[in-house]
């Protein structure tokens, strides 16, 4: 199988690098987060066309959406964790439990939410109930907080049309535990939801069960760090990228054992995302590339760079969303690419 895609949108206006993708909670619509602050919501349909949703003051690093509560919450450079209520687009919460950046931001079971902290903690967040005024847990910065700020330069901002909302949820520090001595970079859950996958910057890979955390193997995976993590949808695998550049995939009904290991990209892998169909995986890299490979077999279909309109700097954030591949990067740059398999 081989594919060709091209970069068929461009969604610009953010003034600093772009770090971090989530889904929206509408079909068709995306959050980045970007090194100037900002957190945007755009729209497929309307790309020149962006909402600002919150000005958290420094670089974000991580965007993660509570989907049934409908929130936001946002992981920044100081380390601090930023709560918005995506129907009344105010912000709710600030905490600040991490010493260092916040780089990942994941969903799990129950309403929880894990961050992957630069301070090498995993943090813990649940709902504890609604509130209809102003929250008490960490630090409510609503009366403090300006109004909505000007978007940044070149940037259209649409209207907030949404009502607001007459509660929101409370949310609360429930664990933080420590991992290791360096940054902790990614995260992901495992489809029944009873395991996370941690990549570690101490170049291991740790597998922990997702109610009480315990830790069930740890995957001396890449030197130099492991950088990212994802579960295979299609087969007991778990696959991480590291600092090396390379590709390991590690069986998961047979306690982990290694399976296949290759140098993918000539710097630090960012990200791996798997379509929403699971044929297809994605990676991007500090290399300036997001490249595409054949899930099944991990054999290169597509490479996404600078000669076919893509990213001229490091290639930060990849999400799926219908069919179609949504990079950002170093570049101030959000493309979505779309393209055929033969």
Known sequence: MSARYAPTLSFSGHRGPIYALAQGLNGGSFLSGSGDGLVVEWHEDRPQLGALLVNVGQAVFALGVMRQAGLLFIGTEGGGLHVVDLVSRKEIHLFEVHKKGVFRIVELPGERMACAGGDGT????????????????????????????????????????????????????????????????????????????????????????????????????????????AWHPGKPALVSGGKDGHIRLWRSDDAFTPSLAFPAHRGSIYTIAFSEEGHLCATTSRDKTAKLWDASTFDALARLDRPLGGHTHSVNAAIWSCGALITAGDDKRILLWRGSHT
């Open 122 to 229: 995993l943090s813990v967040w649940g709902s504890v109930g609604t509130e209809r005024e102003k929250v008490q847990g960490g630090r409510l910065k609503e009366e403090e907080r300006p109004g909505r700020p000007d978007g940044p330069s070149g940037l259209p901002l649409s209207p907030s049309t949404s009502p607001l909302s007459p509660s929101f949820a409370r949310i609360a520090l429930q664990r933080q535990i420590p991992l290791c001595e360096e940054k902790l970079r990614d995260i992901a859950l495992s489809a029944d939801g009873g395991s996370i996958a941690v990549a570690c910057g101490d170049g291991t890979v740790r597998v922990l069960e997702s109610t009480l955390f315990n830790e069930l193997f740890t995957l001396s995976a890449h030197a130099g760090g492991s950088t990212s993590v």
